[in-house]
């Protein structure tokens, strides 16, 4: 089922909503127990956990109390603890007395030789960077890429934004996250910044229930098996038609490299059939015969979605072929150079009856909306599909996909081997074959996204690449992701 992801305001609902147990300090206990025991699972990885040592960056509140409990745990287990209190007056009291009576040792600096880090300086409640003693302190550790100890954050890493995943300068540099209940929205907004993000159940309830605190619309993101039990594959009484078509306009004779690259992509995503309308009909039909051509839309035959923009330029006669697309009742894929059409004349999607998927990238949203997405791209994201009523998928290693209700799909790529030239018209063609399947805007783009990330993961074996080898590898990607659901 998808991973539903809490504002830091849903989350305190959620935590006020058990009652006594949080006023009694169970939520705590609970929480810093499961903070000591990922410590210690990471301790178990490399060398065991008796006589390692741990240092602890604690700040005031609950967050810095979560991490002395949870060092007083791993001081009984013979870990070697040491924290320094960036503000002592105002640490957690009980949190302070347990890790001292347990053997734990407060210091104005952490050693050298740690072997993880604990960060309990701020949680959800934390805005900003870091402040300029907690800086210091984490600036002194080497990255644990060059050596240093990792670092273990509690909640979220400090400086990171709990509801917009903005990473603050100076931030911390996780290398797991240990969160409590239900991910926040950090954790897929700041991934990369996140690591590994380890759920703890602290008593909050099932994931569906706690999400549903506080109403509103919801951040989600779809599992492997979601987008492999929802992919479309042919069933006993399917035919061509019935899987969908899906039509392509981009490239032209002279480029036609953003032909091939849709239309491959399309032919590679699904089973059913490929039109393409404009220029670059030869050299389709080279590379791909089963795709079918036509020079202009009258010829083109009936589909069920239409991809349009990918290199198929921005001259008057392009802006009149997007018109007449757009004016039909069938869904529609904007990219690229349809993108920087609409640009000029949103007038032809806002309110449009039938769906409608944008897919810009940071520069062609700016170009969009005259700003770019900043630091609340969910927020951005949000806004432009709430006003133009179009469902809009902002690319990047973090890929949002927002429809006009609010709700919003996230995708992880996990890497950046999908940035590269030619990349985003792949993901047209996916995406728009999953329109003509039948699947809905916001499925539709998180899904091709899934299977583009997989894909560009597949080609990449560690090196980079390019476009093409990207779309050789959709379907390896597809029985990667139909093979875990």
Known sequence: MPIRYLTAERVREAEHATGHLLENGTLMRRASAGVAHVVIGELDRTGGVYGRRVGLVVGAGDNGGDALYAGSVLQRR???CTAVLLAPEKAHAG???AFLRAGGRVASALPSDLDIVIDGVVGIGGRGPLRPAAAEVFAALAPAD??????????????????????HDPA???????TFGVPRNAHLLAAPRCGRVEIVDIGLGPAGSVGGVGGGPVFESLSDDDVGRLWPVPGPADDKYTQGVVGVIAGSARYPGAALLATGAAVAATSGMTRYVGSAGDEVVAHFPEVVVAPSLADAGRVQAWVVGPGAGTDDAALALLREVLSTDLPVLLDADGLSLLARHPELVIDRAAPTLLTPHAGEFARLTGADPGADRLGAVRDLAARWQVTVLLKGRITLIADPSGDVLGNDAGS????TAGAGDVLSGIAGSLLAAGLAPRLAGAAAARVHARAAMLAARGAPIGASALSGAIRPAIRDLRGSA
């Open 78 to 80: 013979g870990v070697a």
């Open 95 to 97: 949190g302070r007395d």
């Open 146 to 167: 060059a050596g240093g100890p990792p670092v273990v954050s509690v909640d979220l890493p400090s400086g990171v934004d709990a509801d917009t995943g903005e990473v």
């Open 172 to 178: 911390v540099q996780a290398s797991v996250t240990v």
């Open 416 to 419: 950046s081997w999908s940035a």
